[in-house]
């Protein structure tokens, strides 16, 4: 099933969801105007739940859409759960 995102932040372009063991989380940045600063995109990031451990950014980002930045993070899901799956045989 694919991450269900909602907004974590009402009044930034934040936006979160996690499955399986991993917290994923898009944030939109730019090079000026409100927000978070860095080259013009979406920017998404993951982590593994309840280890406190920092995030990990997805490869690619910044990406164009919010759609493209939900892809790859459902594509990044799908491959951290066949490396979790292969693991634990």
């Known amino acids: 099933m694919p991450l269900q995102f909602h907004r974590a932040v009402e009044d930034m372009e934040i936006w979160s969801a996690s499955s399986d ?7 939109f940045q730019s090079p000026t105007g409100p927000g978070f600063r860095g080259r013009l995109g979406y920017v998404a ?8 451990r920092g995030a990990i950014r997805v490869l690619g980002s910044p990406l164009q859409s919010f ?3 939900e892809d790859t993070c459902n ?13 634990s045989q």
Do not use: C
């Open 21 to 27: 063991h991993y917290s994923f989380v898009i944030s």
């Open 45 to 52: 990031s993951w982590r593994p739940l309840h280890q406190g």
């Open 67 to 69: 759609a493209e930045a």
């Open 75 to 87: 594509t990044m899901l799908n491959y951290l759960k066949g490396d979790t799956d292969s693991t």
